[in-house]
């Protein structure tokens, strides 16, 4: 399993975010294979799945659920909250909040998060990610 061993997961998860599986449980496992390992690597490519309008909406907004994560580790957002437009902060124990990879986040990474989902929030033109990056930077926690 790719992410019992963080070295081989910073480098072959971003590898399967570049070209994401299309059937929904495979994103799902994807989502928490990313998840479980917060690592730069993971991170950048999942920014870039975020924001690639050649992804199908589902997969895109998949990618928001990893980037809430990453972007406050106490905070754990499925599908259904996402459809259901429903706010759920969990604390940190019961859900995977992932460990730390071989390559460290950047300082700000929670800043950089929340630019990015307010920049698809504001501009994209995928009414589904549009949508759903709105939801999350409004219900997103503020320090």
């Known amino acids: 399993m790719l992410t019992s061993c963080r070295s081989e997961a910073g ?3 971003p590898k399967v975010w570049q ?3 299309s059937d929904s449980e495979s ?3 994807l989502v928490a294979a990313s998840v479980a390992t917060r690592d730069a690597r993971i991170l950048s490519t999942v920014l870039d799945a975020a924001s690639n309008t050649t992804l199908p909406s ?3 907004v998949s990618a928001l ?6 972007g406050d580790s106490a905070v754990w957002v499925g599908t259904a909250d996402l459809r259901e437009r429903r706010a759920l902060v969990l604390p940190a124990w019961d859900h995977p909040s992932g460990k730390d990879g071989d390559v460290h986040f ?3 990474v929670r800043q950089t998060v929340l630019q990015h989902l307010q920049a698809l929030a504001t501009s994209d033109p995928d009414t589904t ?3 759903a ?4 930077v409004r219900a997103f926690p503020r320090p």
């Open 11 to 13: 480098t072959a998860i």
């Open 19 to 21: 070209t994401p599986p």
């Open 27 to 29: 994103v799902n496992w």
């Open 58 to 60: 589902p997969t895109r």
């Open 65 to 70: 659920r990893v980037l809430v994560t990453y």
């Open 106 to 108: 950047p300082a700000g």
């Open 129 to 131: 990610v549009r949508n």
């Open 133 to 136: 990056a709105e939801f999350i």
